[in-house]
């Protein structure tokens, strides 16, 4: 059973950076997919980052040129770069592992204040 446990989130302000951690229990293969998705309160849940092997990213339109998606297979985790953050990025942040994802973490509150 994989388990993934996500960290980094917080509290910041609008323009400000924050650095999301996933780690993974079992082992990840460089062509598993692995990324994130948001959840914002009342609504749905929103793709934001996806990485395959090492350099394949895609990324929502509402990210790119902001959030950095990277991964370690050595250490099992993948991470999450959020820069230049907006009021509108404040979400519940889940990692996730497959495409289409099969397995997800507990998430972690990522809080934007203008």
């Known amino acids: 059973q994989v388990q993934l446990v996500e960290s980094g989130g917080g509290s910041v302000q609008a323009g400000g950076s924050l650095r999301l951690s996933c780690a993974v229990s079992?082992?990840?293969?460089?062509?598993?997919?692995m990324g994130w998705y948001r959840q914002a309160p009342g609504l749905e849940l929103e793709f934001v980052a996806r990485?395959?092997?090492?350099?394949?990213?895609t990324y929502a339109d509402s990210v790119k040129g902001r959030f950095t998606i990277t991964r370690d297979n050595a250490k099992n985790g993948v991470y999450l770069r959020m820069n230049s953050l907006k009021p509108e990025d404040t979400a519940v942040y889940y990692c996730?592992?497959?495409?289409?994802?099969?397995?997800w973490g507990q998430g972690t509150q990522v809080t934007v204040s203008s």
């Open positions: 079992g082992s990840i293969l460089s062509i598993d997919a």
């Open positions: 990485i395959v092997s090492e350099v394949s990213t």
């Open positions: 996730f592992k497959g495409w289409p994802p099969i397995s």
